[in-house]
């Protein structure tokens, strides 16, 4: 099965569970929403509509792909669990 949950809910999860951190230099880059975008949007200089466009964009190349589909091979035979950052953020990258 997969999930996706905020950093200060992970630290609650069962260590059975795997996670991967939807955040830069964890290993998951391809995923991960660009830091010029993230930027943009804590500064308030964009909105949350613009950044989950923008990460949607970035979703849909082809390393993202290869990257989900890694992930999803996992999930259908263990619990996996996408990290995001803050909740608000996590909710955001839940849209895309």
């Not at 830069?24 to 975008?37: Q, S, T, Y």
């Not at 466009?53 to 091979?73: D, F, H, I, T």
């Amino acid at each position: 099965m997969l999930y996706t949950c905020s950093i200060s809910k992970a630290k609650k999860l069962s260590k059975e569970m795997k996670q991967f951190f939807v955040d830069r230099n964890h290993g998951n880059d391809e995923v991960a929403p660009e830091k010029l975008h993230l930027d943009l949007y804590r500064r308030g200089e964009m909105t949350s509509k613009g950044f989950a466009l923008n990460y949607e964009m970035r979703l849909r190349s082809s390393k993202a792909y290869e990257w989900m589909a890694k992930v999803s091979a996992q999930a259908i035979h263990e619990d996996v669990v996408l990290v995001g950052g803050k909740k608000k953020m996590t909710r955001l990258v839940e849209q895309c």
